[in-house]
């Protein structure tokens, strides 16, 4: 418990005797099991990984934890990443705890309040683009090129390497791998990881089975799903605002060989789903995480069946960072009171 992933998954990571070994907490984030939702699906289980329990509020710390340790272990003292919001803000925090230098170049106006707070708090270096996350990612392979710093975003090889432990995580808890994962796929780094964590995990003997890799974009930036780069994506889900995925064939590759779908949800199945997992289920995560139900749902709705199945979908970070969001949805205006119990009481229809 809070040994972290470096420690914990030494053995099928890439350390060294060199390799520095360090915490913030990341890592062995709870699996929940649904309550009510679980019986719409007719399913024999269904589980949410909440990577939003990780300590900057999103699965990126699983990844960049090693990202950062293999940087430091070269004696690199300077990291950078483009981002959405979640990467830019664990590069910050990984790198404040390290005393790096950490840049990072971001989309104007598309990155949620709480994830720019997060970098701001960390003593980021943060260049805001006019431009999308895929430019912002050019930009910034190409600095990282002219200058010796170390890119951390996902085409990073130890990003995608701690980030697979969630996948060891899910089995060490079911004791085998779920017959299927729903997964939400944005930059497509994370369907990627997972699904290299389940293959190692069966080769080394840990679960019998693989799971059916199901990863969700949202319809407005759904490059993989339609077979072309997205010049300007467009969804409420700012985290898979993305139009060019790095990891675009590895993506394929896991659907392929899972006998998976890559498949796409729109804006309102994906806040639908969002609401439902706060008012039904108490988990509240920010809009791209909900994907990974929303396309559950799609596939119910549209007459699938998961009798039988034990279902995992991985719900990638915190409600918190989006406040704007669900604000928008259900504006937060209250009604005041007399600070009495007889006014208050009035006020309310208690049982
Ligand atoms: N969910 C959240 C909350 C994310 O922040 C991201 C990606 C994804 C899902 C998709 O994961 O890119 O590995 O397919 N966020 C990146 C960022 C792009 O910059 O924070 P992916």
Not at 134 to 150: F, G, M, Y
Not at 284 to 303: H, M
Request: with cysteine; proline share 5%; net charge negative.
């Amino acid at each position: 418990m809070g040994k972290g992933i470096l420690e914990t998954y030494k053995k099928f990571l890439p350390i060294t005797s060199e390799t520095p070994i360090f915490t913030l907490g990341e890592g062995n984030t709870p699996l929940v099991e649904s309550r009510n939702i679980a019986k719409e699906v007719g399913c024999k289980s269904l589980f949410f990984k909440l990577e939003g329990c990780n300590p900057t509020g999103s699965f990126k710390d699983r990844g960049m934890v090693v990202a950062v340790a293999k940087a430091v272990e070269k004696g690199i003292t300077s990291i950078a990443c483009a981002s959405t919001g979640n990467t830019s803000a664990s590069a910050a925090a990984y790198g404040a705890h390290l005393g790096l230098r950490t840049t990072l170049i971001v989309p104007k106006g598309n990155v949620a309040r709480g994830k720019l707070t997060q970098a701001v708090a960390y003593g980021a270096h943060i260049a805001l683009i006019d431009g999308n996350f895929d430019r912002a990612l050019e930009i910034t392979r190409e600095l990282c090129e002219r200058h010796p710093v170390e890119l951390v975003n996902s085409l990073n090889p130890n990003r995608i390497e701690g980030q697979k432990t969630a996948s060891f995580e899910i089995i060490g808890e079911l004791g085998k791998a779920p017959d299927h994962l729903f997964i939400p796929v944005g930059n497509a780094g994370n369907i990627t990881a997972y699904w290299k964590g389940f293959v190692e995990a069966h080769q080394e003997g840990l679960s019998d089975t693989l799971p059916v890799m199901n990863g969700y974009q949202a319809s407005g930036a759904s490059p993989i799903v339609d077979g072309h780069v997205v010049e300007e994506p467009r969804t409420v889900a700012s985290a898979i605002r993305i139009g060019n995925p790095a990891s675009w064939e590895s993506a394929l590759k896991a659907q392929n060989e899972s006998n998976g779908v890559i498949d796409k949800v729109d804006d309102d199945e994906i806040l639908m789903a969002y609401r439902r997992l706060a008012a039904e289920e108490g988990v509240f995560c920010e809009p791209a995480s909900a994907a990974s139900l929303a396309g559950l749902l799609k596939r119910v709705n549209a007459g699938e069946s998961f009798k039988n199945k034990d279902v995992v979908c991985v719900i990638t970070g915190n409600g918190l960072k989006d406040p704007d969001i669900a604000n928008g949805i259900e504006p937060v205006s209250l009604d005041e009171y007399e600070a009495n119990v007889d006014s208050v009481e009035d006020a309310l229809s208690l049982p």
